[in-house]
């Protein structure tokens, strides 16, 4: 069982970004869920809105299956939970899995969430801090606090790190006026 890493109370994700290491691939993958209310699905859980949340609608676990088209290298995963809003429908128990398919996946992380409120990071790295390469994603809801049966998850984002030039090694441009011009498309 690992903690996930403690970051500020509501710590944004899109600080990461701002560094230029990584980028938010979760627009790459397709998505699927085990269950949702009508209404509360995958466009909600991606909507960037933190009052907005997918919610199950089924027994346990509740699955976030996302699925890359090739094998992808991912770095950090991050979950954002507000047990204030949610209460019993707040996760406390997740299992983080990685895979080519359904059918090998194999846990990387499990995580205990007591009362969490802002945004939760968890590496996707190995003992030796590299980035995980992989095909599939899948988020587990093992369990809810106060023993609820449906989860809410308010946003879901996925990282990658962002390699370096193969034209050689450059500076890192970090402010947001050279950000806005840091590829070409």
């Not at 590496?123 to 801090?129: A, I, Q, S, V, W």
């Not at 992989?134 to 989860?151: E, K, P, S, Y």
């Amino acid at each position: 069982m690992t903690t996930p890493n403690k970051t500020p109370p509501g710590a944004d994700p899109k600080q990461l970004e701002r560094t230029a290491t990584v980028r938010e691939i979760g627009s790459q993958a397709v998505w699927s869920l085990s269950s949702c209310k009508p209404g509360f699905g995958v466009d909600q859980l991606r909507d960037d809105n933190l009052e907005t949340y997918w919610q199950s609608d089924g027994s346990q676990p509740h699955l976030v299956n996302i699925q890359f088209r090739r094998k992808t290298t991912v770095k950090t995963l991050c979950i954002y939970a507000d047990y204030k809003s949610d209460e019993s429908y707040t996760p406390s128990k997740i299992s983080v899995r990685v895979g080519n398919h359904f059918h090998n996946l194999q846990e990387i992380r499990q995580l205990e969430l007591v009362e969490p409120s802002g945004w939760i990071h968890v590496p996707l790295t190995d003992n030796h801090k590299k980035p995980t390469r992989t095909f599939m994603i899948q988020i587990a809801v093992l369990a809810n606090h106060q023993n609820g049966r449906d989860t809410h998850m308010r946003q879901i984002k996925i990282y990658t790190p962002v390699e370096e030039s193969s034209i050689g090694k450059f500076p890192r441009c970090t402010t947001i006026d050279f950000m806005m011009y840091r590829s070409i498309r």
